[in-house]
């Protein structure tokens, strides 16, 4: 069983910049792969990015740029930094894990077993 809390949402400016946080109670991440996913109101959750244990990361194409995953095994917690917020980023934004497996790229909610309550972002223009 792998516990994600995330935090570091708040209300930004637009323009502004977020780190969001998503740690790991109890246990380490190593051999886990960690994904951001986000749900703006009214719309379905989508994915943002993915990293490997070993570091890797990948990105959905409309998160290119200004999205930046990055985890810290030795504490546990992955991190996504965003950039030049807009106000279409105002969302919940939540991380998961799953085990990692070799050559695959969890991009999809269905593949990740393990989910954060969520944090939210809210972006003022």
Partial sequence: ?????????????????LR?????????????TMGWFRQAPGK???FVATISWSGDPAYADSMK???????????????LQIDTLKPEDTAVYYCAADRWVPGL????????AYWGQGTQVTVSS
């Fill in 44 to 46: 379905e959750r989508e």
């Fill in 20 to 32: 969001l946080s998503c740690a790991a109670s109890g246990r380490t991440l190593i051999g886990y």
């Fill in 105 to 112: 790229s969890r991009t999809g909610m269905k593949e990740y």
């Fill in 1 to 17: 069983q792998v516990q994600l809390v995330e935090s570091g949402g708040g209300l930004v400016q637009a323009g502004g910049s």
């Fill in 65 to 79: 740029g200004r999205f930046t995953i990055s985890r810290d095994n030795a504490k546990s917690t992955v991190y």
